[in-house]
């Protein structure tokens, strides 16, 4: 975690950079409201030499109401050229990064066709900042990337850009290239088509899929595979798109990505997109979190865990699988869930390879460097880049911690691994903040709201007021949240653990006690 906090910064030192980029999510527009997406069909030529992609994508969507417009969000670098709805001719007008399409659209089924062609975006520093990444491998081959977090899929195709709505019956992406090229994307490959000179690379995936996650990449790859075995019983295929030079590498570090999807399977559920693969590719750039196929730029740098080789980022980046892939907030405001939740599972890692002390001591070490000068959940209807802030991650993973102790392992992990399989916060449903909460206070049979609100809604950390009364009595209470909660109180006598509230309880010791030494809170200790 330290190291992929070292990371955080240099994305902060990149926010000039972001603020140029359009927004991704926010106020959801009343046009977009109307669209339910239900697949996307992105066909595109790449020219390599030029940084230009042409073709077309074609968006299936169902509109609730009859409209006069139809809304998708296109980056103003591309040229439209022509849009059909329903094969029909249509007018439309493409400017501040928005195609509006205009017309008489009943209410049901419509198929927008949108042809168009341009530069895309070029990102000045992937992964923080977002578009395509024109470079060459050592070997002086072509090698393409696309990075879309933080704009969404208007970087190359027209798509309704917002986390709320994914479409729901998949993608399929057809991307053509130079022979002698390899295209790695989301899903499952359709044979390859070769015409002349150029291989059009087919990938379709069935499972909904957020709009970041529908990218590609190019280079001058070898496929290495192997089989993996899902907690289920379920053969997927394993799969490295590796640049050949480094082929002699992919074997090792697939054995580490089955080793680490054996765990997350064990707190989170069976392997999410079991139907089509565990894909991994090669990147110019760090890495990032692809839905079945994620993008790894770590250059085969290890750690040790548990007397174990061990990547970070590979670890990390692949828990998004079920944290932000699966598990999809639908407000950017939420978006701890995807990097908090994420980033806990990366301590559960080091939990099972090395017990319970090693995992502690991550959430010892991390406590202060969590900045705490914003909440971990800033409102509603925000935009991506006004919702990432570097305490996300930190502190939504400890938030996870201090709920685990609050509720107790027998509760905890059946509910956390409910929160990831639940079809009502899986898949096509959206989550938030309030669901999260909600499902664990049902399984708790307590209402949990106050913590959630402190720690996620607040800067305040927990205050603990610890006041003498006489030579051995002392009063132990919480100063800012109205709920019992358990509290380790150490006194001569030893560690005992009480139910602490606003009221507080009394102990009895000769020495000055001390509360909570392992760190279970993020908190504020008050003596009086």
Do not use: C
Request: without cysteine.
């Amino acid at each position: 975690m330290r190291r992929y906090f070292m990371s955080l910064l240099l994305l902060l030192a990149a926010s000039s950079i972001y603020a140029q980029r359009p927004a991704y999510g926010g106020k959801l527009k009343p046009e977009q409201a109307n669209m339910d997406i239900r697949h996307y069909t992105i066909d595109l030529a790449l020219d390599i030499p030029g940084q230009r992609v042409a073709g077309n994508t074609v968006v299936d969507m169902r509109l609730k109401e009859q409209a006069s417009a139809l809304l998708l969000d296109l980056m103003d670098s591309f040229k439209v050229s022509a849009v059909t709805v329903n094969g029909k001719s249509s007018t439309f007008t493409h400017n501040n990064h928005e195609l509006r399409i205009t017309g008489s659209f009943p209410a049901g089924p419509a198929k927008v066709k949108v042809v168009y062609s341009g530069k895309p975006m070029i990102a000045k520093r992937p992964p923080w900042d977002d578009g395509f990444t024109f470079t060459k491998d050592s070997t002086g081959h072509p090698w393409v990337a696309v990075t879309a977090e933080g704009t969404g899929g208007k970087i190359y195709f027209p798509a309704k850009d917002h986390p709320s709505d994914e479409p729901d019956e998949g993608v399929d992406l057809i991307i053509t290239v130079p022979k002698g090229l390899v295209v790695a994307g989301p899903g499952l490959l359709l044979p390859v088509k070769n015409s002349g000179d150029k291989s059009s690379y087919h990938w379709k995936t069935a499972y909904p899929i957020n709009n970041y996650s529908v990218v590609f990449n190019v280079g001058d790859y070898t496929v290495v595979t192997r089989d993996f075995t899902t907690v289920a019983g379920r053969k997927v295929p394993m799969q490295f798109y590796v640049l050949k030079e480094h082929a002699d590498k992919a074997p090792h570090l697939l054995d580490m990505m089955a080793h680490a999807t054996e765990i997350k399977e064990k707190y989170f559920g069976e392997y999410p997109w079991a139907k089509e693969k565990i894909g991994i590719v090669e990147t110019p750039h760090l890495g990032m979190e692809h839905q079945s196929m994620n993008a790894y730029g770590n250059k085969f740098k290890y750690t040790q865990v548990g007397g174990q080789d061990f990547d970070w980022l590979m670890n990390h980046e692949f828990g998004h699988e079920w944290w932000g892939n699966k598990v999809t907030a639908g407000d950017w405001a939420d978006y701890w869930i995807h990097e908090g939740i994420g980033s806990y599972g990366d301590a559960l890692y080091t939990r099972d390879m090395e017990g319970e002390a090693a995992y502690e001591k991550i959430f010892q070490k991390s406590a202060p460097r969590i900045k705490n000068d914003k909440p971990v959940v800033l409102g509603k209807d925000i935009t991506e880049d006004e919702a990432y802030h570097p305490d996300i991650y930190p502190k939504g993973a400890f938030f996870m911690h201090t709920l685990r102790y609050v509720i107790g392992d027998e509760v905890f992990f059946p509910t956390l691994k409910h929160l990831s399989t639940d079809s009502a916060t899986t898949y096509t449903h959206t989550t938030n903040t309030s669901d999260v909460e909600k499902l664990f206070s049902k399984a708790s049979g307590t209402d949990l709201s106050p913590l959630f609100h402190l720690f996620l809604y607040t800067t305040n950390k927990l205050e603990i007021d610890i006041k003498q009364q006489d030579a051995t009595h002392w009063l132990v209470r919480f100063g800012n949240i109205d709920m019992p909660l358990p509290l380790d109180i150490t006194t001569d006598g030893g560690t005992k653990r009480e139910t602490v509230d606003k009221k507080g309880v009394v102990v009895v010791s000769e020495k000055m006690p001390l509360v909570d030494t392992r760190v279970m809170y993020l908190k504020k200790v008050i003596y009086e």
